[in-house]
Nanobody, 125 residues
Framework: QVQLVESGGGLVQAGGSLRLSCAAS????????MGWFRQAPGKEREFVAA????????YYADFVKGRFTISKDNAKSTVYLQMNSLATEETTVYYC??????????????????WGQGTQVAVSS
């Protein structure tokens, strides 16, 4: 199994930035891609960004509009999400995820096999 632990969430003012981190441990040899979804109370989980582990191909949701950047550190088995120009409506829980097989473009939630516990992002006005 793969365990995913997110960090880097917190409270920022509108227009500010956060950098989320997700460290993977356990049986990660078969990992194909890692990424981020977000989910507000009572809403469906939304795709944010993902990256293939070996090829480095990036996937982004349309609403990112060039504000977010996903990256990875192979040696540390960690994926990052740099979030800039944050708006109040982006206050929610962000979840790290990992897939063991190829994913679609855009990726679908059911294509991912492991999920972290989530990290809270709060953007104040």
């Amino acid at each position: 199994q793969v365990q995913l632990v997110e960090s880097g969430g917190g409270l920022v003012q509108a227009g500010g930035s956060l950098r989320l981190s997700c460290a993977a441990s356990g049986q990660t040899c078969g990992r194909y891609a890692m990424g981020w979804f977000r989910q507000a109370p009572g809403k469906e989980r939304e795709f944010v960004a993902a990256v293939s582990w070996n090829g480095g191909r990036s996937y982004y949701a349309d609403f990112v509009k060039g504000r977010f950047t996903i990256s990875k550190d192979n040696a540390k088995s960690t994926v990052y999400l740099q979030m800039n120009s944050l708006a109040t409506e982006e206050t929610t829980v962000y979840y790290c995820t990992a897939a063991e097989a190829r994913v679609s473009d855009p990726p679908l939630p059911k294509e991912f096999d492991f999920w972290g516990q989530g990290t809270q992002v709060a953007v104040s006005s």
